[in-house]
């Protein structure tokens, strides 16, 4: 039985606690917020009486923790996931990573030298449709021209409202993610234009069309908007893929559609844990010797990357390579980092992280 501390009891810690209690082989220990009346009051919802503490250090000090999840905003991710790993106990974080791709490096960093695995939940990728989707191009050599729209109309109100890029930087992740899961390759390059439909209701950019090109020469097309009235996509998006010899199509729920020289045929789907089951399933067995994590920090940031990449290119009108983006990350993560993790990164023999 492992003990869970959780950090962040927003409505996605809240999706959290009820996720690690449909398990019987973890336990919730205790519940850290900054707002400790948010952590009891989401334990009190579901009649749980458990410690609550104002801050990661505390919970660490008073008892016992086998894991931390990190389900604090963005901006905290770096320093709560530090916090864990520097006490030796493994975080599995809510997307993005951190909230830049210098501060995800130094993370990176921190993993390796403290020894301590630090992986991403990207729900997204754990679905029965898009396990389907992918295998489904297999039999072709997997998919070489690959497009997703996403087309939504969400009021959140709050802070997606006035964030600068809501879509690239709080959703898009998703999709791009997915598409690294799917062609199971790494960005080499992305152009981006991002823009605010007249009719926006958000202060940044709303909307956004890009195209990235992978090591194995796939390209990944991307259009999305998050102020779309009307014949919206599913929140996973609405996919295409085209192979040598076969064509597949997902509807971002549980439709996928392949059709090779023959009649079009709707593909069976797998069983498979969904979402942050998914997730804590995959993060657990790495835990127990099995494989790391495919949400496992040197390969997760390179989702993050997309999302800096395809900022970076709208910023500057032209495309971005990922090799000058991960450089002048690294540059930035070596002069912030602490000394000690300065010199993990100054060590690497590049600038980007792979897989471990
Ligand atoms: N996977 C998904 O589909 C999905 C969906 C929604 C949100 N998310 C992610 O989950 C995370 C949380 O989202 P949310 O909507 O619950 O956010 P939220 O802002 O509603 O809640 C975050 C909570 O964290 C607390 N917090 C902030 N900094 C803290 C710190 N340093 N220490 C302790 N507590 C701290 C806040 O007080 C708040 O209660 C974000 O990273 C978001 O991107 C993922």
Not at 104 to 116: C, D, K, P, Q, V
Not at 196 to 220: I, L
Not at 328 to 354: F, G, I, K, N, Y
Request: with cysteine.
């Amino acid at each position: 039985m492992r003990d869970v501390v959780l950090v962040g009891a927003g409505p996605m810690g809240e999706a959290w606690i009820d996720t690690v209690s449909r398990r019987d082989d973890v336990r919730l220990a205790a519940v850290v917020d900054l707002r400790p009346d948010a952590a009891r009051d989401a334990l009190g919802r579901r009649g749980m009486e458990l410690p609550v503490f104002a801050s990661l250090d505390d919970a660490l000090a008073a008892g016992s923790a086998d894991i931390v999840l990190n389900v604090t905003i963005p901006a905290a991710h770096l320093a709560v996931s530090s916090t864990a790993l520097r006490a030796g106990v493994p975080v599995l974080s809510e997307k993005p990573l951190t909230e830049t791709l210098a501060e995800g490096l130094e993370l990176t960093a921190l993993s390796e030298l403290t020894g301590t695995l630090v992986a991403t939940s990207q729900s997204r990728r754990f679905s029965r449709g898009i396990i389907a989707f992918r295998d489904a191009l297999r039999p072709y050599g997997g998919a070489a021209q690959l497009s997703a729209r996403f087309f939504q109309n969400p009021r959140f109100g709050g802070f997606r409202d006035e964030m600068d890029s809501p879509l690239l930087r709080d959703m898009a992740i998703h999709t791009f993610d997915q598409a690294r899961f799917l062609l199971d390759d790494e960005p080499t390059r992305v152009y981006c234009e991002e823009f605010s439909p007249p009719w926006s209701w958000y202060r940044g950019a709303a909307a956004a069309d890009a195209v990235f090109g992978f090591a194995g020469g796939a390209r990944f097309s991307y259009s999305g908007s998050w102020c779309a009235d009307g014949l919206m996509t599913s929140w996973n998006g609405d996919w295409h893929a085209s192979a040598a010899g076969g064509s597949a199509t997902w509807d971002g729920e549980t439709t996928v559609r392949v059709q090779a020289s023959d009649e079009p045929r709707t593909a069976e789907l797998p069983d498979a844990a969904e979402g942050l089951d998914g997730a804590l399933d995959e993060f657990l067995t790495a835990l127990d010797g099995g494989a790391p994590p495919s949400g496992e920090v040197h390969a997760n940031i390179w989702s993050l990357a997309m999302v800096e990449g395809a900022v970076a290119s709208s910023a500057t009108g032209r495309p971005v390579e990922f090799a000058e983006l991960f450089a002048d990350a690294h540059a930035r993560a070596v002069a912030a980092a602490p000394s000690e993790v300065a010199a993990v990164l100054r060590a690497w023999s590049e600038p980007a992280p792979r897989r471990a």
